[in-house]
C-alpha cells in the first residue's frame, strides 16, 4: 500500500473514532500522535487538520449535492471519506482530482457497503465539475 493510501486510511480512522465518541473532528488526533501506534505522518495530519478547518464548507457543499442523502444518513465511513476527498479535490494541489476521487472510492469498497464506492465517486466527481465554479 503506498504511503499516501496509508496516511489517508489513518486519517480516516481518526476521523471515525471522533464520530464514534462523539466528540468533535480531529479531537483525538493529539492522543493518536501521542500514542504513535501506529505512527501518524505528516500527511495524514495534514489531511485531519484540514478537514477540522474546511468542516464546514465541506459538509456544505456535499450536503448541496448529495441526491437523498443528507449527512447525518451516509454511513460515517462515507461521510468521513467525501470529507477526505473533497479536501483534497478543494486544497490540495499536488494531489489530482482524479486520483482523490479513486483513493476514496477504493478505500469505500474496502471498508463501506457495496453501494458506497459508486455514491462517493458521483458525488466527488460533482465536486471536481463544480470546482471551477466555487471560491476558496
Given amino acids: 500500500m503506498a504511503a499516501?493510501?496509508?496516511a489517508r486510511k489513518?486519517?480516516?480512522d481518526i476521523l471515525f473514532e471522533c464520530e464514534l465518541q462523539s466528540v468533535p473532528l480531529g479531537q483525538t488526533l493529539a492522543g493518536r500522535k501521542l500514542a504513535a501506534d501506529p505512527p501518524v505522518n505528516d500527511y495524514?495530519?495534514?489531511l485531519v487538520e484540514g478537514v477540522v478547518a474546511q468542516?464546514?464548507?465541506i459538509?456544505?457543499?456535499l450536503a448541496e449535492?448529495?441526491?437523498g442523502w443528507t449527512l447525518d444518513r451516509m454511513p460515517a465511513v462515507d461521510r468521513n471519506l467525501l470529507r477526505i476527498g473533497a479536501y483534497?479535490?478543494?486544497y490540495v494541489d499536488d494531489v489530482p482530482d482524479p486520483?482523490?476521487?479513486s483513493e476514496a472510492v477504493n478505500l469505500a469498497r474496502e471498508l463501506s457497503t457495496d453501494e458506497s464506492p459508486a455514491f462517493i465517486n458521483g458525488l466527488l466527481s460533482k465536486l471536481i465539475q463544480l470546482k471551477p465554479t466555487l471560491t476558496s
Fill in 88 to 90: 483534497e479535490i478543494l
Fill in 44 to 46: 495524514t495530519v495534514m
Fill in 65 to 67: 449535492n448529495s441526491v
Fill in 59 to 61: 459538509d456544505d457543499l
Fill in 10 to 12: 489513518r486519517a480516516l
Fill in 55 to 57: 468542516q464546514s464548507r
Fill in 4 to 6: 499516501r493510501t496509508k
Fill in 99 to 101: 486520483v482523490a476521487v
